[in-house]
């Protein structure tokens, strides 16, 4: 039976053990890092992150030597799988070299979120104090005990995988990670491919229609969001640092991005889902996606960027999508999305599109947003670049439709 997760936040009062248990957890991952040279430089690469060696026994001789004498083992596992994972996908951008100079996870930290696994975690209910989750540390060590709202499902937490202890510009919160499991759904033949693009978030195409997911109200709250921290960083810097009047600003400051941000990622929810819940009624049986591995080498950080959807938004609508999609039964497959924007879909010459339509000497002409998601499509499908003989294919085409999120622009 497939399963997919969901996760849910909920924000928490500090106490003070919090930012001692992420402190541990930063620890462990420093570790890792130490260990990490260790372990290369036994097998004779002293200058690890240039040449390496990752064999197979190299997990297990890092998780021997990790200790800590306050997080619970399986906390400190997390911390190590999350090590590892950083290392694996660091040597697959390495040998695949989408991207230039890729760093390798051994930047230390000094907090990093804590993971509790469920054996870690406890839910008590029908006490004086009300419903409570309680999450272990070390053996020997209290129990953290925080509080739950009194709205909050304990029917689910049955469900729950992980609770993840984070920190975030001035604000604890704990993420429940919940595994379902679903009935096979039938699904469609049909086949979209999807341009995450700067412009829009997303674009698809299914052979005939193409669909905009409009990114204007997203894009919006990234303006004011550089707005907000321009105008805070100026105000701070007036300030002598760690000063009453520092503190308050930057609390401000910090309130400020968190609320934004969280506008940002409901957007990013709601136009994922609106996509998904699309392809499901058109009868979508996969979901093509360009690869996005090597975006941040084509993205310029300066100016642009205020006016391009930001980086992480990339990742995360991929994210979103992913697993959106797979809830439904629906395939994901990602390809190298590689000259899709520039070619044209039905003579595969090669012309970098320079306003809002893509005209080609052979007479095709589109939306440029669709010819993406059009050869995101066929190049899934094997036909990239192949001559179309047959008009019969664009005949049918239909100019893309717009999708706005119906949300009010922010204001500052
Ligand atoms: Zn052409």
Not at 44 to 53: D, E, K, L, M, S
Not at 60 to 82: C, F, T, Y
Not at 119 to 147: C, Y
């Amino acid at each position: 039976m497939p399963s997919f997760y969901r996760t849910q936040t909920l924000k928490i009062e500090e106490q003070p053990m919090f930012s001692e248990v992420n402190a541990a957890s930063g620890a462990v991952w420093n570790d890792c890092c130490s260990q990490m040279d260790m372990y290369q430089w036994h097998r004779g690469y002293p200058h690890a992150h240039n040449h390496f060696y990752f064999g197979k026994d190299c997990e297990g001789w890092i998780d021997k030597k990790l200790s800590n004498p306050l997080l619970h083992s399986q906390s400190r596992q997390a911390v190590r799988e999350r090590y590892f994972k950083s290392w694996k996908s660091y040597a697959a951008l390495k040998k695949s070299g989408s991207i230039q100079k890729p760093k390798p996870p051994n930047k230390r930290k000094n907090y990093l979120t804590t993971r509790f696994k469920k054996s870690a975690i406890r839910f008590v209910e029908g006490t004086l104090f009300g419903k409570r989750v309680e999450l272990s540390l070390a053996q020997g060590q209290p129990k953290i005990d925080i509080p739950l709202p009194s709205n909050f499902d304990m029917s689910k937490a049955e469900h729950i995988a992980t609770i993840d202890l984070c920190y975030n510009y001035g604000q604890w919160t704990l993420h429940f990670s919940y595994r379902y499991e679903t009935e096979t759904p039938e699904i469609g033949e049909k086949v979209i491919g999807v341009d995450i693009g700067e412009i829009h978030p997303i674009v698809s195409h299914d052979g005939t229609d193409t669909r905009i997911f409009n990114g204007r109200y997203i894009r919006s709250l990234y303006r004011l969001r550089n707005k907000v921290l321009a105008e805070f960083s100026q105000a701070i810097s007036r300030c002598k640092r760690h000063s009453k009047r520092w503190w308050q600003l930057t609390r401000r400051k910090w309130k400020r991005i968190r609320k934004i941000d969280n506008q940002i990622k409901d957007g990013l929810h709601k136009q994922t889902t609106k996509f998904v819940k699309y392809c499901q009624t058109q009868g979508v049986g996969t979901i093509v996606l360009g690869d996005l591995t090597g975006i941040r080498n084509t993205l310029n950080y300066g100016k642009r960027a205020n006016q391009k959807l930001h980086q992480w938004a990339f990742g995360k609508i991929a994210e979103l999508i992913t697993y959106k999609a797979k809830s439904l039964g629906i395939k994901v497959k990602t390809i190298d999305e590689s000259y899709t924007s520039q070619t044209c879909p039905k003579c595969g010459d090669r012309k970098k599109p320079t306003n809002r339509n893509y005209t080609c000497t052979c007479g095709f002409k589109y939306h440029r947003d669709g010819v993406g998601a059009i050869n995101i499509r066929r190049k899934y499908l094997g036909h990239f670049g192949d001559p179309v003989v047959a008009e019969t294919d664009f005949v049918r085409m239909t100019p893309p439709l717009g999708f706005r999120l119906e949300v009010p622009v922010a204001s500052s």
